[in-house]
């Protein structure tokens, strides 16, 4: 297999995590993001000691210029991205006639913003040497909505139109753009969901479980191998059963 450069975006967080390790088991040289130099420093140390060496470049993916000299860096301390995981993303859960402008715009830009602001920067080179792999993190919200995310399903389901309009741009020079929709899984994020909510949703699981972050990551692989070069833009969900589109 060949050694890739992978960008994860929000690697720090618990599928992000997930999915840097994965990558890098699988042989691969993985950078990630962050905005809290503390927190991401406390991360590094402990997947170093599980044996995990990633390379962290501080940088706000809500920001075109941020991004756009994150990438720069990664790329002068690894080399050009082959891969890169649109993977950060933010709640402001709120019902919409409660919702702020400020809790709008902070979904928005993050998640989908993001898509453009750090794949902008990676994608000439991918052009140029006629291979990439491009994988937006989406969500089971961005497919079905849910009561309380106008925002956040929103800038999901934006997600996967970004991830078609690429995909055929792109085919032509080798670059495959696919979209990972995980359904409610065991992170902080879907934890700060209030018990009696999340035990309700919990229900409308058919596998009877939240998900574990290395289920989504394990199909984050999937994509990127070499094998999967004919498969483009496709829109996985992983959901244990919670909705079922086609
Ligand atoms: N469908 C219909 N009605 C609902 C509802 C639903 N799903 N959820 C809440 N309601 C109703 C309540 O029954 C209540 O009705 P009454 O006023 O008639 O009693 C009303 O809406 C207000 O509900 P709350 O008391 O819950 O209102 P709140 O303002 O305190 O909270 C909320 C609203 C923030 C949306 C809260 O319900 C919530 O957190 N919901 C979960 C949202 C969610 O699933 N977020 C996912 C986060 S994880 C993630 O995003 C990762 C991923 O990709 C999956």
Redesign the pocket.
Known sequence: MTARVALVTGGTGGIGTAICRHLASLGHKVATNYRDEAKAKAWLEAQQKEGFDFTIVKGDVASADAAAAMVHEVEQRLGPVEILINNA?I?R???FH?MSAQQWQDVINTNLGSCFNVTRPVIDGMRERKWGRIVQIS???GQKG????AN?AAA?AGMHGFTISLAQENAKFGITVNTVS????G?D??M???ED??N??VAQIPVGRLGDPDEIAFAVGFFTDERARWITGANLAINGGQYMGW
């Open positions: 993303g709640t859960d709120t019902t409660k969500s089971i919200n849910q009561y309380g995310q956040y999901k995980p359904g409610y899984v992170t994020m879907v700060a969901v209030p909510v999340r309700k949703i």
